[in-house]
């Protein structure tokens, strides 16, 4: 049983920064693409950005090119996302998620574990 938990969650003004984090357990993410998502409230639940099994690859939503950062430590089974500059659009529950597909495919239906999601919200 894989197990997905995030954190990092909170408020903040825009322009400011938020890191999350997700930590795994139950199969250590070398083996998988870990992809974080998001959901605003009465919006489809969307692609944000993602790393590959061996961290060369990185994708990201055009909406947070340049704002956003995917990392992973794989000696704590631990992937972040960096968020800078965030602005209201931002708002949202983010999840992440592993796969077993290479980085990084945008349609949530190709993940197979997911987190609980931990709430982001951005105030103007």
Known sequence: Q???VESGGGSVQAGGSLRLSCVT???TISENTMVWFRQAPGK???FVGGIGRKS???DYAD????RFAVSRDNAKNTIYLQMNSLTP???ANYYCAAGTY???S???GDYDFWGQGTQVIVSS
């Open 56 to 58: 060369v690859i990185t």
């Open 44 to 46: 489809e639940r969307e």
């Open 102 to 104: 290479g980085c990084c």
């Open 106 to 108: 945008t349609r949530s």
């Open 89 to 91: 659009e931002d708002t």
């Open 63 to 66: 909406s947070v090119k340049g």
């Open 2 to 4: 894989v197990q997905l």
């Open 25 to 27: 357990s139950g199969r």
